[in-house]
């Protein structure tokens, strides 16, 4: 018998869809709330839910040997003060297409001015400036791991050309030149043609702002910044820099280093920049609750599960 | 030898891309003015570009033999007062690709809501409100030729589901479900469960105020139009209504009965309402004057021309 802790705040949804799949010997107990769980903390061998929920816990969750994240960032769990003496699976394969439909709604949405033709119509303006378009443009992708080849698929769509910086996999066929080692080192090869920077990379020791200055100067100053993806990655004051003094055309941030954004934050002066608060992807529960479902049916039959956290590496 | 009659806005760029194509037996006359072309027109045997300007020499190319049309639409030339001696053929197979980018920028924008989210960034607000998405969604095209067809590949890239209205043909395999017959007959089947419906008709005797009450009732509520095709198709007073009383949730606007939007029309004061102005797909000359000269090509060779338009039909 395997007992089963769901913390989140759609642990009824949570439960609800697991409960559907009926699978064999799980009990489950399922809250949003922490303070919930007593003493009997130390009975639950698993765990499925939001990392800023768990982290709290886990100290206390003593007999865990599994833990589910239904976020693809685990960094709260990754503190070095916690333990890692646990298995840890997180979210991944199913962010693409809403990712796809984030950035392309941006990408689309400058090559087409949206916003300048509704604020045209608002002054009541037959306004027939003629748009421009996605067709021959240039991509770059930093990170190109499921989400990025979604990314690289929907550009390919649109018949645009697409660069990939990625550790070392070349997996998507979408990607029309991959990018290896320090990205200091191909800054210039990278960004120099680019459009559109789009950056999936997750937030770890290597990839902590590393989208700056350098790279920033790399970008021509046409060039639209996207981040989808962790706010770590982006040296803020070097970013805001590029955007003010015109050396880059305008970004679109879902993530910053501080969440909520301050209210005293320089982005939120800057005209160019669109913010977007940590919406790009949300972990929707019927896509979530099957990573669950399929890891608990590869545990009972002994293999290894998906998407297992490298602790170090810290995706 | 053949003599042309470049009648263009951009005469200047269809004369060297013409040129450049070195077609033999060509002479080439390019000017955007008709005023400049005196008793020679009755000289030329072919002529190229926008209907609205040919229609008025129209009468005076006595020798005109065949006709390219640098746009899809050529409702200037179909004026039955007009002269049918002749060959015409229009632009096809090439706004595909705009026309998709056009649509999507405003599907996308609708549902990952760029203009709240905007408003909400200008407030200085954190707003967390969970964009939806396209994936699942169903999209209704009023015809399905080339421009149909790419606006179907896009939505199943998407994941969405596809009802197609055509006339007879059935040839995008991106189509879930035709729809033939009498718009009124079918209504309800092809609009019931739709999310968006897209009007890429022509603007013909048979067509002309089709999207009036009895269609606009058949959406749901929850429906977007979004018409990047002709502004005759739709009944413009029952479009206001229906967006008036909340019978459809908004429009994405390209073409209009009269152009430009007359300033004390009623949709400038619609707020859920976007007008773009006639701009969805423009005819760039790069992509039109390859048309011109696989068609010259034909014409040499006394093959059929390419795209041909049916007088009596419309398109």
Not at 58 to 80: C, F, H, K, N, Y
Not at 203 to 224: F, N, Q, S, W
Not at 298 to 310: A, N
Request: charged content about 20%.
């Amino acid at each position: 018998m395997h007992t089963l802790l769901i913390l989140s705040r759609f642990a009824r949804d949570y439960e609800a869809l697991i409960e559907s799949a009926h699978l064999p010997d799980l009990a489950i107990t399922a809250t949003g709330d922490p303070a919930q769980i007593g003493p009997d903390a130390a009975a639950f061998d698993l765990a499925f839910g939001e990392p800023a929920l768990l982290r709290h816990l886990l100290p206390r969750l003593t007999a865990v040997r599994w833990i589910q994240s239904t976020w693809a960032g685990v960094e709260p769990l990754l503190d070095p003060v916690l333990r890692r003496d646990y298995v840890l699976t997180n979210a991944r394969g199913v962010f693409g297409a809403q990712m796809s439909e984030y950035v392309f709604a941006y990408l689309l949405a400058y090559e087409r001015k949206l916003f300048e033709r509704r604020a045209s119509q608002d002054a009541g303006r037959w306004d027939q400036t003629p748009p421009a378009r996605l067709r021959g443009k240039t991509l770059g992708l930093l990170g190109v791991g499921t989400i990025g080849a979604a990314l690289a698929a929907t550009a390919k769509h649109f018949g645009m050309r697409v660069k990939g910086y990625t550790r070392a996999s070349e997996d998507s066929a979408d990607v029309d030149e991959y990018f290896h080692g320090p990205l200091a080192d191909c800054a210039a090869a990278l960004a120099s043609d680019l459009d559109f920077l789009v950056s999936v990379m997750p937030d770890t020791a290597a990839t902590r702002h590393v989208i700056g200055e350098a790279l920033l100067r790399a970008l021509p100053p046409r060039a639209i910044f996207v981040n989808p993806g962790r706010g770590g990655v982006v040296d803020e004051r070097a970013l805001a820099a590029a955007l003010q003094e015109g050396r880059l055309a305008g970004a679109v941030l879902d993530v910053f280093e501080q969440e909520p954004l301050p209210p005293d934050h320089v982005f939120w002066r800057l005209p160019n920049v669109h913010i977007t608060a940590h919406t790009a992807a949300l972990s929707a529960p019927p896509d979530i609750a099957p990573l669950f479902v399929d890891n608990y049916r590869r545990l009972l039959r002994g293999e290894p599960l998906h998407y297992r956290v490298d602790f170090d590496r810290g995706y």
